[in-house]
T-cell receptor, first 114, second 109 residues
Framework: DTEVTQTPKHLVMGMTNKKSLKCEQHMGHRAMYWYKQKAKKPPELMFVYSYEKLSINESVPSRFSPECPNSSLLNLHLHALQPEDSALYLC?????????????FGPGTRLTVT | GQNIDQPTEMTATEGAIVQINCTYQTSGFNGLFWYQQHAGEAPTFLSYNVLDGLEEKGRFSSFLSRSKGYSYLLLKELQMKDSASYLCAVVDSNYQLIWGAGTKLIIKP
């Protein structure tokens, strides 16, 4: 199984809503990532978890809150978002952090903030 | 600073060959990835180079010259389904992926 799954595929939320994005992998990978991608731009790293601990936070606003409940799951909690947060949110995983391992990407969640 | 340059857009004909270049200036180098991304979909892994030379995988090949800070992705026998963005990404000294902006490849019949 070389698949990373993400739910939901699409999400529309108002600026006062609270929602969560979910990501799951069963490849035994110990590094998991959240990226944000705007149209015609490369993925922009947000957070990295290594062995279920937050390893990298790329100065992301606190309205985005990551959580890694176990080695297979990664969540991104959203609260009080702004319209400019509308983007494709990609989850990825790799075997380990700190080596040049290929990252496997999920299909993404298309988020629209109204 | 860290910088990766790729052409913004390229056009090629079905059945032909196209070469997509990538030049990089990064703090350290621990390998270079090429990913393919169709519109609205996730990036998918194409190739990884860490040593100089050519890596061939079916219709796709990737070349690396570390001394020149240069890589290219070569696509042969182009098919319409190859229309996508191609992203070059370098692993820096902290093992962070530094992404290029991507090259949008348009295939015409």
């Amino acid at each position: 199984d070389t698949e990373v799954t993400q739910t939901p595929k699409h999400l529309v939320m108002g600026m006062t809503n609270k929602k969560s994005l979910k990501c799951e992998q069963h490849m035994g990978h110990r590094a998991m990532y959240w990226y944000k991608q705007k149209a015609k731009k490369p993925p922009e790293l947000m957070f990295v978890y290594s062995y279920e601990k937050l390893s990298i936070n790329e100065s992301v606003p606190s309205r985005f809150s990551p959580e890694c409940p176990n080695s297979s799951l990664l969540n991104l909690h959203l609260h009080a978002l702004q319209p400019e947060d509308s983007a494709l949110y990609l989850c990825a995983s790799s075997q380990e952090l700190g080596e040049s391992y290929e990252q496997y990407f999920g299909p993404g969640t298309r988020l629209t903030v109204t | 600073g860290q910088n990766i340059d790729q052409p913004t857009e390229m056009t090629a004909t079905e059945g032909a060959i196209v070469q997509i270049n990538c030049t990089y200036q990064t703090s350290g180098f621990n390998g270079l990835f090429w990913y393919q991304q169709h519109a609205g979909e996730a990036p998918t892994f194409l190739s990884y180079n860490v040593l100089d030379g050519l890596e061939e995988k079916g219709r796709f090949s990737s070349f690396l010259s570390r001394s020149k800070g240069y890589s290219y992705l070569l696509l042969k026998e182009l098919q319409m389904k190859d229309s996508a963005s191609y992203l070059c990404a370098v692993v820096d000294s902290n093992y962070q992926l530094i992404w290029g902006a991507g090259t949008k490849l348009i295939i015409k019949p």
